[in-house]
């Protein structure tokens, strides 16, 4: 109830939230409560949260942030909210986000943007922009999100909230709609590592339904939250901090470094010389996938279809340019453009073969250190509209978060600070399957 008033509000406002399910949240709080009345519970149990709208939920709108998807009703439930429903959390509802996760403010979605609860002038952060700005205005205590380039830890860290991106392979993409496939990665937004932790334990594991996810045990993450520090090393990549980073997030993080020096962190400078790359290697490799996952879209079987189609051309070109929006469209002809005959070894090719040289920076400064410890972002949350009209400038803002993903890495957003009154966020970056050291880093600094 509580949740729900403070929904009705202030979401006018904020506009975290594309659907609320009032009455199906009353009725999974009373099935938690009569489950613990029984003895039942877990620690999840009861507990509200709320899903990015790109995750599939039965019998609920599930609109990815576009107009395509406005009339589609999930007929099953993906992996993640089956987890997390079987633990007894109470969905309250779907959270906004850029369209099919193409965007890094929020500025995209078909519902309007989000609005930061720290400033109302600025974005959120993207995609996975309602989740974070929903956790940041208290109203609800938990969701899922979803990272392809920084999506869960960059709106964490411009909405002062926690979120981890885990290995690529940790958390079933099944039921989540795809965007980039080799990259998608769901994961835990919350207020703290702790929350992360056990929301983490609920999500993960392997699921027959999705080819990629790997089969290997899940730690109680939480049982590692207390470990000490001493004798940990973390490498700060110079290419992170170096020209392009907003002095004030510099000094934010400097602050941050010297306070896990005092709880026995030690630093050492590393390297990793292809960083420069990434934003062109990820913006081709994810739109070529966006491209062949977005084809799917045609009018015929599901969401959007034109009013009056003259014929099956007709039908396809209208459904997908009334029910696409602008950043959509344009990566779908940016990917096709680069999966196009002649021109597949110069750009897709080239971008898979610079993949492979940032995931062995990475490798190689592992050999070095335990984990990595960089910003999430150049800046606070920048101002709506302000980088809306420039695609370039939008993308620019990802220089941090994509190699992670380009790599397969799990990465984390801390809150850190404050810059000007904007929230500012510190990106843990550890080896495979290593969440539960950064959850154990976060925990301690929090
Ligand atoms: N900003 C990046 C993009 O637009 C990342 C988005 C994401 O992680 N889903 O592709």
Redesign the pocket.
């Known amino acids: 109830d509580a949740y729900l008033a403070r929904i009705a509000e202030h979401d006018a406002q904020i506009n975290s939230f594309i659907t609320v399910t009032e009455d199906s949240a009353r009725q999974a709080a009373e099935a938690a409560d009569a489950r613990r009345a029984a003895g039942q519970a877990s620690l999840l149990t009861g507990i509200p949260l709320a899903h990015k709208d790109i995750f599939c939920t039965q019998g609920v709108r599930t609109s990815c942030g576009s107009k395509m998807l406005d009339n589609f009703v999930a007929p099953y439930s993906a992996t993640v909210v089956e987890k997390l429903d079987q633990e007894g959390m109470v969905s309250l509802g779907k959270t906004n986000m850029?369209e099919f996760?193409?965007?890094?403010s929020n500025e995209s979605s078909f519902y309007g943007p989000v609005r930061n609860p720290w400033d109302a002038q600025a974005v959120p952060g993207?995609?996975?922009g309602g989740s974070a700005a929903a956790i940041a205005a208290r109203l609800t205590p938990a969701a899922t999100g979803?990272?392809?380039?920084?999506?869960?830890r960059?709106p964490a860290s411009f909405c002062g909230i926690t979120g981890l991106k885990p290995t690529y392979g940790r958390v079933s993409r099944w039921g989540m709609i795809a965007?980039?496939s080799s990259?998608?990665q769901g994961g835990p937004m919350a207020r703290t590592a702790e929350d992360c932790a056990l929301l983490l334990s609920a999500m993960a594991g392997f699921d027959p339904k999705d080819s990629t996810s790997i089969q290997r045990g899940v730690p109680d993450y939480r049982s590692a939250l207390d470990s000490p520090l001493s004798g940990l090393t973390i490498g700060l990549p110079k290419e992170y901090f170096g020209d392009g980073l907003d002095a004030s997030v510099a000094d934010v993080l400097q602050a941050a470094i010297r306070e896990l020096e005092a709880l026995g962190v030690t630093f050492k400078d590393v390297s990793l010389p292809n960083t420069r790359l990434a934003i062109p290697s990820?913006?081709v490799i994810?739109?070529a996938e966006?491209s062949s996952n977005l084809s799917r879209f045609d009018g015929v079987r599901f969401g959007h279809r034109c009013e009056n189609p003259q014929d099956l051309e007709d039908l396809y070109k209208r459904s997908r340019g009334e029910g696409f929006g602008a950043?959509v469209k344009r990566?779908i002809m940016i990917g096709t453009y680069a999966l196009s005959e002649g021109f597949y070894d110069a750009y897709y090719r080239k971008a898979q073969q610079i993949r492979r040289l940032l995931t062995q920076d990475f490798l190689a400064a592992f050999n070095e250190v335990d984990l990595l410890l960089g910003p999430v972002a150049p800046t606070t949350a920048f101002n709506l509209g302000s980088k809306n009209n420039d695609p370039v400038q939008?993308?620019l803002?990802?220089i941090y978060?994509?190699g992670i993903?380009l790599a397969g890495l799990p990465g984390m957003s801390v809150p850190a600070g404050f810059a000007a009154g904007r929230p500012v966020g510190m990106q843990l970056i550890g080896p495979h399957f290593e969440e539960a050291r950064l959850l154990n880093v976060a925990h301690q600094y929090q």
């Not at 996760?101 to 890094?104: D, I, K, L, P, T």
């Not at 979803?146 to 869960?152: A, E, Q, R």
Request: aromatic share 12%; hydrophobic share 25%; glycine share 12%.
């Open positions: 850029d996760a193409m965007g890094s993207g995609s996975s979803t990272d392809t380039g920084g999506s869960i960059q965007y980039a990259l998608d990820y913006y994810a739109p966006a950043e990566r939008m993308y803002e990802d978060t994509l993903n």
